[in-house]
C-alpha cells in the first residue's frame, strides 16, 4: 500500500504564489507516475499537473501551464506544486495521486493511490 499526504494549502491573494507538497510512504517503490489535481465543490476532478519518472518529463493541464510547476525529490519521496500568479479560479482542493504504469495519466480513474487533499483558496 501507497500512502500520500499532502501540506501547505492556505489562503492567498489573487498574484500571490503557494507551494503544496505530498509525501509518499509505504511500497513506493515503482510509483512512476506522481501527479495533482484539483476539485471545486460540485464539479468533478480536474488534471492539474504531472510528473513522469524521476521527473525528467512533466506535463501541465492548459489552465495552470507557465504558472505552476511539479517537481519530485526522490530522497524524500515527496512531489511539489509551485504555483504562481494565482487566480481566483485556481481555488479548489488538491488532491496528490499516484500510480505504477503511464497510462492515461490525465485520467483521475486509472490512479489507484490519493491523499486526503488540501484546500487552497485565492481571494480577489
Known amino acids: 500500500q501507497v500512502q500520500l499526504v499532502e501540506s501547505g494549502g492556505g489562503l492567498v491573494q489573487a498574484g500571490g504564489s503557494l507551494r503544496i507538497s505530498c509525501a509518499a510512504s509505504?511500497?513506493?517503490?515503482?510509483?512512476?507516475?506522481m501527479g495533482w489535481f484539483r476539485q471545486v465543490s460540485g464539479k468533478e476532478r480536474e488534471f492539474v499537473a504531472v510528473?513522469?519518472?524521476?521527473?525528467?518529463?512533466?506535463y501541465y493541464a492548459e489552465s495552470v501551464k507557465g504558472r505552476f510547476t511539479i517537481s519530485i525529490d526522490n530522497a524524500k519521496n515527496t512531489v511539489s506544486l509551485q504555483m504562481t500568479n494565482l487566480k481566483p479560479e485556481d481555488t479548489a482542493i488538491y488532491f496528490c495521486?499516484?500510480?505504477?504504469?503511464?497510462?492515461?495519466?490525465?485520467?483521475?480513474?486509472?490512479?489507484?493511490?490519493w491523499g486526503q487533499g488540501t484546500q487552497v483558496t485565492v481571494s480577489s
Open positions: 510528473s513522469l519518472g524521476r521527473g525528467d518529463t512533466r
Open positions: 495521486a499516484a500510480r505504477s504504469d503511464i497510462g492515461s495519466f490525465m485520467s483521475e480513474n486509472e490512479y489507484p493511490y
Open positions: 509505504g511500497r513506493t517503490f515503482g510509483l512512476y507516475v
